[in-house]
């Protein structure tokens, strides 16, 4: 069965005034119908260029290596160059959920006509149906008052409701593969628990992919089937979210977990990972990760390796580098 | 027994609000009849979601804040500020010994300004220092207890990383070598990595300087973490307070409860049991009469009778404080 999405060996460069510098390197992943594939690291790593490029939401100054693939239905969305065949792609068989939902409505215009506009783009329906799908799924998303929300705008609207809009107007087109960029990280925890059960029971119902990209180790358990932990612009570390979480094997996973406080465990200290994240523009070669690794050796040999994922278990991919320092 | 070093007896702080400028004026009540002592070398957290009047409540102890009703009171070792009655020469010492640290150490720090100058600031407003050379030397002591490189000092912000920011806020709050210190979602906009180091520098310099903190978070996993005391605050009031590992094993009030059984764990296979609550907090401009809970809470009874109760604090443990109406339904 081929997958739903898949990304094979996808580089990302930003020409800027300071240099070319390099966004995502040799990322691949890949997503089946109703999986979901949560996507963690710091800022800076590369999780929303990612989704980005899927969209291909990244701008005029990007730059793509020629031969990534990013494949739906058997076809290379970086191969689209008509406004038509992006279509197809932005908001139908993809839509995106932003962390931000103040952000991503226009607030000059009424929530309601937002919803009807791009589901008419994408689909051949009449006004009237389009706002029967539309109070429809804002119903389904646990909006009261449905019909009245429709005619009101973004700010009238609390943070969880205006994130629970943004889900309904991205599920309404009925896409395939669903991207959440940080979508509960803007709310509050209780909120962010109502909104993680939502999708859990909406991902399940529509039978979607979703790529679920946070920063909070915790929300990935609960969402995630299978996780991705990305650092600089790589991907390494990749398995199915209980092995990963439970047996982490690359320091810099072993990290991210370790900085977290453990509400069950109140006595570990907290250990942040030393150093901070280098600025993109000197992206160590070798080990991207070797100016923090607390196992990096003397004579710098990580310098000199070439970054890629190896199979250690079945279904846990772990960075080459990493596979010898992981085990100390 | 170590002392008080803050006492806020009966707080209330309310907004003026005028929808419109023919609109009646409306009073928002943001914090309501608060009640806390914070002693001397404590790590004393608050915490609830937004719009319960943390924020409010941090101010109103710094001054910055006018007070309705109550009154705040600083203990320092050889007098008392009463900031219900305080004149403006003493508000500049209090200013002194209280400082806030911001939760945006991307806004907070004027881009125009060098890290040296941004961190001498105070002390120079306050008329602390008497030369250049002692402002520098100050600064210098400072930034270094601070972690930051002192050959760094001559740098712009846009030069420095989330974390390095923040240090350098920590530094400027902590130059006129204040005694307590408010910290405002002082970690929020931080990755989890440089979260942790901060917080080990909160913690490292309340020991080396002796100092007190009121530590305002949304994040309950990080003020279990840091904390020795920590109180619930729910549109408005305190609806539980007691030293924190009592808090987290053994909640008492339906909120509380619901609140920690929200965040999301990090084992996957420990599937949530979030006690989902119903809705959103209500609007501060019409809260709900009696206990500000009951529209969201799972043990509201039928009859209404949550809505005449009055709330207030009981102490059903040693130090263990929850709010009346939670103490029957939880």
Redesign the interface.
């Known amino acids: 069965m081929s997958h739903l999405l898949e990304i094979n060996n996808l580089d990302v460069k930003f020409d800027t005034d300071e240099g070319r510098i390099t966004a995502i390197e040799n990322v691949s992943i890949s997503l089946d119908q109703g999986k979901v594939l949560g996507i963690v690291g ?2 800076g790593s590369g999780k929303s260029v990612t989704a980005k490029s899927i969209m291909q939401l990244n701008p005029g100054n990007t730059i793509y290596n020629d031969d990534a693939e990013i494949i739906i239905d058997d076809e290379n969305v970086l191969k689209f160059t008509s406004n038509n065949d992006l279509k197809k792609i932005r908001g139908g068989k993809v839509s995106m959920i932003f962390q931000e939902p103040m952000a991503s409505f226009a607030p000059a215009i009424k929530i309601g006509h937002q919803m009807i506009e791009q589901l008419m783009i994408h689909k051949p329906l009449t006004k009237k149906e389009a706002k029967d799908i539309s109070i429809d799924m804002l119903n389904r998303v646990g909006i009261a008052d449905a019909e009245k929300r429709f005619n009101q705008y973004a700010f009238e609207l ?4 205006r994130q629970r809009a943004m889900i309904a107007m991205a599920l309404s087109t009925m896409p395939k593969l669903l991207l959440a960029d940080e979508p509960t990280t803007a709310l ?7 909104v ?2 939502l999708m859990k029971d909406i991902i399940k119902e529509f039978n979607m992919g979703v790529i679920f990209i946070t ?5 990935i ?2 969402v995630a089937d299978d996780v991705a932990v990305m650092y600089l612009g790589s991907v390494v570390e990749q398995g199915p ?2 092995e990963i ?2 047996n982490p094997m690359h320091p810099y996973t072993r ?10 465990n ?1 006595d570990a200290p ?4 030393p150093g ?2 280098p600025s993109p523009l000197d992206r160590p070669n070798g080990c991207v990760f070797r100016t923090r690794c607390p196992h990096a050796s003397k004579e710098g040999k990580e310098e000199n390796i070439k970054m890629g994922l190896v199979e250690v278990k079945p279904g846990h991919w772990l960075d080459k580098c990493g596979v010898d320092c992981g085990k100390k | 027994m170590s002392k008080n070093i803050v006492s806020v007896n009966n707080l209330s702080v309310s907004f003026d609000y005028q929808e419109n400028f023919l609109s009646k004026k409306q009073k928002i009540k943001a914090v309501n009849n608060i009640n806390i002592k914070i002693k001397k070398g404590s790590f004393f957290g608050l915490v609830g979601e937004s719009g319960s009047g943390k924020t409010t409540l941090g101010r109103a102890i710094l001054g910055a804040n006018k007070i309705s009703t109550g009154n705040v009171i600083f203990h320092d070792d050889d007098r008392d500020y009463d900031l219900t009655s305080i004149n403006s020469k003493e508000m500049k010492e209090y200013r002194k010994k209280a400082q806030l640290i911001f939760q945006d150490p991307y806004a907070a720090l004027s881009p125009r300004m060098t890290v040296r100058d941004i961190i001498a600031e105070p002390l120079e407003v306050m008329k602390i220092t008497n030369s250049r050379e002692e402002t520098d030397e100050k600064v210098r002591e400072i930034a270094s207890k601070c972690r930051l490189n002192l050959e760094h000092l001559r740098r712009y912000p846009h030069a420095f990383s989330g974390g390095q920011r923040q240090r350098i806020s920590i530094a400027r709050a902590l130059v006129s070598n204040p005694k307590f210190i408010v910290a405002d979602e002082s970690v929020a906009a931080l990755d989890v990595s440089i979260q942790a180091d901060i917080l080990n520098l909160l913690k490292q310099l309340q020991n080396e300087l002796n100092l007190t903190y009121l530590f305002i978070s949304h994040d309950l996993s990080v003020v279990a973490h840091v904390c020795d005391i920590v109180a619930v605050m729910y549109l408005g009031h305190i609806v539980e307070m007691a030293p924190s590992r009592d808090l987290f094993s053994n909640p008492r009030h339906p909120y509380t409860k619901a609140l920690l059984s929200s965040i999301p764990s990090i084992d996957p296979e420990n599937k949530s049991k979030a006690i989902e609550l119903e809705g959103e907090i209500p609007s501060a401009m019409n809260p709900p009469s009696g206990c500000v809970f009951r529209t969201r809470c799972p043990h509201a009874s039928q009859d209404g009778k949550e809505e005449n109760i009055e709330m207030g604090l009981e102490e059903v443990e040693p130090d263990h404080w929850v709010d009346r109406c939670g103490v029957s339904c939880g």
């Open positions: 710091e800022s609390s943070g969880g409701m509050d925890v209780t909120i962010q628990a109502q993680i059960n920063h909070d180790l915790g929300v358990a609960q979210v209980n979480l439970k990290g991210l977990i370790n900085a977290l406080p453990d509400i069950n109140l907290l250990t942040p990972i901070n994240i």
